[in-house]
């Protein structure tokens, strides 16, 4: 039980009439990396903006790290990092100052964030770059940093939204090394994505269709029990397969967001 | 987008031209009586009866006027003195007093004409009533004068901010949206797609400014009808000669705006610095305030601002009728410079991309 | 705190490295100030006017010299057919004309009267009617000098005090509007830009996942443009001060609060404004086209309000701009404490409340 560090129990967000996160529930355990599928528009993006405390649930509960995201949104927040799917950093600041301020507005002493920059420049080679205005920087470059900088602070817990959008396959690899480097060192990652082969590379996956969870297992298990080849193909299947949410058929509703 | 570029504009014609107004009226005015006559009552009639002013009040004080003159609540305040009556009947003259509150120094001179007039006025009455023999020594000499408002005889004040505040749109618009338009561009990116096209970069600058010469006809006539239907503005002079002058217009705000676009990196930036150009032109075209009260070397600078010409021919082709030979060195100034920004616009491209 | 300091050393980053839009910050105020010193005025100097003079004696003479002997009028022509009066005004050489009747002099001995037409070009209304005044003005002179020497009875005599700006001196009256205008421009325009961008580049989410609250953020992203205003309020003081000797005949602090408490409500307008925009480009609009010009036109700026028809004059009780004029006349020209503001104050206090509380409401729906 106290091994989880996320507890999702019937999350439920409605706009409207339109239900984008169907009661899904499931646990994260510590450590672990976890991958939330879903085709563009499953409501993987609205279920985690109500794990990281910027959308209120509609109704059911939701724990992360020990806290009630409704109730104690603030010691969530202390707990976690977040990148987003722009690499968001500020293109009119160096490498140093985002890696500053970021600290900064984490409350780190100027101390602590003058060590893990000098450890972020050594382990990502950073040396000729670190004055660079971020601007100026190539995206694989953006989102190495955008990573580290959302680990400033040691969170438990990770959150990233498509983190390898538009970004070539060899920087990809490298991204995903980071990835499990922090896992490695005890920092659990809750990750979404759209590349059915970065699937592969999590411990467990859920996939979400049309605001509900339709499977959550490990990569292996799931290929056994939908007799497919790869992730691909489990997720083809999963959303070609009549679901109950869907009252005319058989697609998956890209549109919405 | 689209509502911002045609609605708000049109809405602001409406609205600016009754707004844009320096005639004087319905002003704030009070009165101490310390006099309590028959001829203070009289010429305090003849305050009320005026439609230029709106008598509020009077007070026991002139402490009591300065204050409230401080609250902002009167802004003209007359004192007749005690004795006043008595003063005119025995020595033939008497005093008042005028305080005008002379913060807009402009007004306070329209203000205290008006005022004037209504004194003299009231002074031939007394002196018609009160002449004695006596008093016809000799007869002083008049001159009358007659003064004519040509072009303009009610002086109706949105007949001369209406062509203006026409321009006023037409530039504002064309201006923002070719200064912003390839800096949007060079935002998203596209504009390097573009490059690597083999199309000519003077077919580019053509292509994409103009979209924006057409808009700017079609504000120009909507404005034009605008200005017809709504406040009844008479147009004198050719309808064909005002689109002629203006489609060379539009192609200088073009220029420039694109020359905008090509030093800037972002749509704030382009936004800014037109905004601070339009704002000193604006200023310096005789829109508001006359050309000729500025000091020479003001004047020297207004010839570089094309905002200028165009005030000066939509008024004079609108109002006056006058005719393409009239409004030639406007002609001529501004076909000049549309070929000097253009040309800096297309230099100017070449050398950033 | 350190958090917060760390926020607006980052927002101060923002601002110094974009040279541009920081050159015209600053530039603004000092170039407004300055053509409305020097260069506008909405008095008359140096008038082109052109004579049709078809008397030609001792008395036109006498006038039009000292009409050309005086600051406001310069003869710019001397016309001899009535004919041409048309074709001067219609190149737009002059402004006015006079025309002197036959015999002038004459049928001023014999009939004891003269006549003279001022024309005017009245498409400037404006101009046109103070032309007409001024050279009005100037004959009666001449007239009083003519009979200097009859004594006239019953004469009524007002001596006419201008209050407040003697010297009617038109900077005075444009000052106090362009320290409204750029205070707005800088406080509401500038942060709703640069809180729009933040959710344009998506790192208002970051901002918000983080332990920073919304209200710091948002204070933090504020704070600048506070800073920034009050120089630039400074500035144009200085320069209305020392260089177009514009007194400021009540109390400092009192101007200086004032001036806080505007930009304040400017940069409450400007929070607003932000959380019902998603674009910088909306932004921009929204505060080019709906703040900057009901400010530049119905505060009393320039246009007098009181000549204004009716629903202009209750809609200008809504824009703060109004207010904030009247309170820096007062203040500045009049020299008035706030025992005579007290309720201009009231109203930009209660504005700015309503303001704040209508962002709190707006951005509490965004976070749903």
Same mark, same amino acid.
């Given at each position: ?8 129990? =019937? ?5 409207g ?28 993006t ?11 649930p ?39 100052? =985002?890696?500053?301020?970021f ?10 964030i ?15 770059? &670190? ?13 190495k940093?955008?990573?580290? &900088? ?40 809750f ?17 979400? &269709? ?16 939908f ?19 869907l009252? =005319? ?7 919405? =967001? | ?29 009070a ?66 007093g ?14 205290? +004409? ?37 072009y ?41 797609q ?66 905008i ?79 000097i920004?253009?040309?800096?616009? +297309? ?7 | ?21 920081l050159?015209?910050l ?35 003479? #006498? ?8 600051k ?27 025309? *002197? #009747? ?11 009267? $003269? ?25 009666q ?11 006239? $009875? ?33 406080? $509401? ?8 961008? #933040? ?27 506070? *800073? ?54 909306? $932004? ?11 400010v ?32 820096i ?18 109203i ?19 976070? #749903?």
């Amino acid at each position: 039980m106290n091994n989880n560090v996320i507890e999702v129990k =019937n999350l439920t967000k409605t706009f409207g009439d339109f239900t984008a996160v169907n009661a899904i529930t499931f646990e994260v355990k510590k450590g672990e990396i976890f991958g939330f599928l879903g085709a563009n528009g499953a409501g993987k993006t609205t279920a985690m903006k109500m794990l990281i405390g910027i959308s209120k649930p509609t109704s059911g509960k939701a724990q992360v790290a020990g806290f009630d995201v409704f109730t104690h949104a603030e010691d969530v927040k202390q707990s976690i990092g977040y990148m987003s799917q722009k690499f968001a950093l500020y293109d009119d600041l160096t490498v140093k100052e =985002n890696i500053t301020f970021f600290g900064g507005i984490y409350g780190l002493s100027r101390k602590r964030i003058e060590e893990k920059r000098c450890e972020l420049v050594e382990d990502l080679g950073l040396k000729d770059i &670190v004055n660079q205005l971020v601007g100026a920087l190539p995206l694989g470059w953006k989102q190495k940093i955008a990573f580290s &900088v959302s680990l400033l602070h040691d969170p438990k817990i990770v959150f990233l939204d498509e983190p390898t959008g538009g970004v070539d396959p060899i920087t990809r690899r490298q991204f995903w090394e980071m990835i499990y480097k922090a896992a490695h060192q005890g920092t659990t990652v809750f990750v979404t994505t759209h590349y059915m082969d970065e699937a592969e590379y999590c411990d467990r996956v859920s996939i979400m &269709v049309n605001g509900k969870i339709e499977a959550l297992d490990t990569p292996k298990k799931l290929k056994e029990q939908f007799r497919a080849e790869n992730m691909n193909d489990v997720f083809l299947k999963l959303a070609r397969s009549p679901s109950p949410t869907l009252t =005319n058929g058989n697609e998956v509703n890209t549109d919405k =967001n | 987008m689209l509502p911002i570029i045609f609605v708000l504009p049109l809405i602001q014609l409406v609205i600016l031209s009754n707004a844009a107004t320096f005639e004087i009226k319905n002003i704030a005015f009070a009165y101490i009586d310390n006099d309590h006559s028959s001829a203070s009552r009289a010429l305090i009639e003849k305050f009320n009866a005026s439609t230029y002013f709106n008598v509020l009040t009077h007070f026991p004080s002139e402490a009591k006027a300065s204050a409230a003159m401080l609250k902002g609540e009167v802004d003209v305040v007359l004192e007749i003195p005690r004795h006043f009556e008595r003063q005119l009947q025995k020595s033939k003259q008497a005093h008042l007093g005028v305080t005008i509150n002379a913060i807009d120094g402009a007004a306070a001179g329209v203000k205290n +004409v008006y005022v004037t007039q209504i004194i003299q006025t009231f002074n031939q009455h007394i002196k018609v009533n009160l002449l004695q023999p006596s008093d016809m020594l000799s007869q002083p000499s008049t001159i009358n004068t007659i003064p004519l408002f040509w072009y303009n005889e009610t002086l109706n004040y949105k007949t001369f901010m209406v062509p203006g505040i026409l321009v006023l749109l037409v530039t504002m618009i064309t201006l923002f949206l070719s200064g912003m338009n390839i800096v949007r561009e060079k935002e998203i990116g596209t504009l390097e797609q573009i490059n690597v096209t083999p199309i000519k970069k003077r077919q580019f600058i053509i292509g994409k400014l103009f979209p924006f010469w057409v808009l700017g006809l079609g504000l120009l006539t909507i404005g034009l009808t605008i200005a017809k239907l709504i406040f009844n503005i008479p147009m004198i002079g050719s309808l064909a000669l005002m689109y002629f002058y203006t489609s060379i217009y539009i192609l200088v705000v073009l220029g420039i705006g694109l020359f905008i676009s090509n030093f800037t990196d972002t749509q704030q930036q382009a936004m800014f610095i037109s905004w601070f150009f339009m704002v000193i032109f604006i200023l310096m075209s005789g829109l508001f305030t006359p050309i000729e009260s500025m000091p020479k070397w003001a004047q020297i600078i207004t010839e570089f601002n094309p905002i200028k010409y165009f005030v000066e021919v939509m008024r004079m082709v609108m109002l006056k009728g006058s005719g393409f030979m009239d409004i030639l060195p406007q002609v001529t100034k501004t076909l000049l410079y549309a070929l000097i920004m253009n040309g800096l616009a +297309v230099w100017s491209y070449k050398k950033t991309s | 705190m350190k958090r917060f300091t760390g926020f607006i050393k980052k927002e101060f980053y923002h601002i110094f490295r974009d040279r541009r839009s920081l050159f015209i910050l600053f530039g603004m105020p000092i170039a407004q100030i300055l053509l409305f010193g020097f260069a506008i005025t909405n008095e008359i100097n140096n008038v082109d006017i052109a004579i049709l003079d078809r008397s030609n004696d001792v008395n036109t003479q #006498e006038i039009i010299h000292k009409i050309s002997a005086s600051k406001y009028f310069s003869i710019k022509q001397i016309i001899t057919r009535e004919a041409d009066i048309a074709s001067v005004f219609e190149k737009g050489q002059v402004k006015a004309v006079l025309n *002197f #009747e036959k015999d002038f002099s004459q049928n001023l001995i014999k009939q004891h009267q $003269a006549t003279v037409q001022i024309i005017t070009d009245a498409t400037d209304p404006n101009t046109a009617n103070t032309i007409s005044n001024y050279v009005n003005a100037m004959l009666q002179q001449y007239q009083k000098e003519l009979n200097k020497n009859i004594k006239i $009875a019953y004469q009524i005599v007002p001596q006419t005090r201008m209050v407040y700006n003697p010297e009617l001196k038109s900077v005075y009256m444009f000052v106090p509007g362009v320290m409204t205008i750029i205070l707005m421009l800088v406080s $509401a325009m500038m942060t709703s830009i640069s809180i729009t961008r #933040e959710k344009e580049l998506g790192t208002m989410e970051i901002l918000l996942v983080s332990p920073l609250k919304p209200f710091q953020v948002i204070i933090g992203k504020v704070f600048p443009y506070i *800073f920034l205003s009050i120089i630039n309020a400074v500035v144009i003081v200085m320069l209305s001060v020392f260089i177009f000797k514009m007194p400021v005949q009540g109390s400092l602090l009192l101007l200086a609060l004032e001036s806080v408490l505007f930009i304040i409500t400017a940069l409450a307008l400007g929070i607003l404004i932000s959380t019902i925009s998603a674009t910088q480009q909306t $932004a921009m609009m929204i505060s080019l086209m709906g703040l900057m010009l009901p400010v530049i036109l119905l505060s009393g700026f320039i246009f007098p309000i009181s000549s204004m028809p009716l629903p202009l004059q209750i809609i200008s009780n809504i824009i703060p701009a109004k207010w904030f004029i009247i309170i820096i006349k007062g203040i500045m020209l009049k020299g008035v404490g706030i025992g005579f503001i007290w309720k201009e104050t009231l109203i930009l206090l209660g504005m700015t409340v309503f303001f704040i509380g209508l962002s709190v409401k707006k951005y509490k729906i965004r976070l #749903e």
